[in-house]
């Protein structure tokens, strides 16, 4: 595995190196304090997840994750001092994976890199799923290959996204609970989180239905859930 960290300070990334070399002494770390060069390292070492620090002397970190986000559907996990809940959607919007907030201890950062790896790798499709992919009007998912297209253009999904849309396509015409998405997509330590998901679902509904063909539509059932309706 590699880690890229995107984070000028050195004392932050000394301990994430020791919680990573902790539990992934195989892995390979990558660093950098600026984020014009995170940026470049993204493109050059292709990392298995990037830790990455929104305060950067050169470049908002915001704007190393839209250009980040413009190439690759890397895993990326904010780590900032900014615990402000709009700094929160926003860097969820721009498609990270997940936010910590500094001072943070050793096991909240291994339990939420372990949820976004364990969504890289996942959701395994079923034997059933497996066989053919879920097609409606102009939306196409090969579950095999993780490859979303809709009207033969592929979508630029990060793993958070797939596997919020996964749950929603197979279950289409279920109602699914913000816990139950929370749990399955982002894992327990999550549950109490109902504004990740709502983000989450409004960020996919819009880059869905926006298309042309309406391919499918996700229903907000208010305190109940959501459910995903074929069009």
Known sequence: MKVLIVEDSTEIIDIVAQIIELRWPEASLVSTGLGERGVELAKKELPDIIILDLG??????????????????VPVVILTVRGDEIDKIRGLELGADDYIVKPFSTGEFLARTKAVLRRRRMPEATTKAAEKPFIRGTLRIDFQSREVSIGGRLMKLSP???????????????????????????????????????????SLSE???????????????GETGYRLVGR
Not at 56 to 73: M, Y
Not at 180 to 196: I, N, Q, R, S
Not at 207 to 221: N, S, T, Y
């Open 56 to 73: 950067l002397p050169d470049v908002n970190g915001f704007e190393v994750l839209r250009q980040i986000r413009r190439f690759s559907d």
């Open 160 to 202: 958070s996204e797939y596997s919020l849309l996964y749950e929603l396509v197979t279950n289409e015409g279920q109602v699914l609970s913000k816990q139950m998405l929370l749990e399955k997509v982002w894992g327990p330590e999550h549950m109490a989180d109902t504004e990740l998901v709502k983000v989450y679902i409004k």
């Open 207 to 221: 880059m869905l239905e926006k298309e042309h063909g309406h391919p499918l539509m996700i229903l907000d059932e």
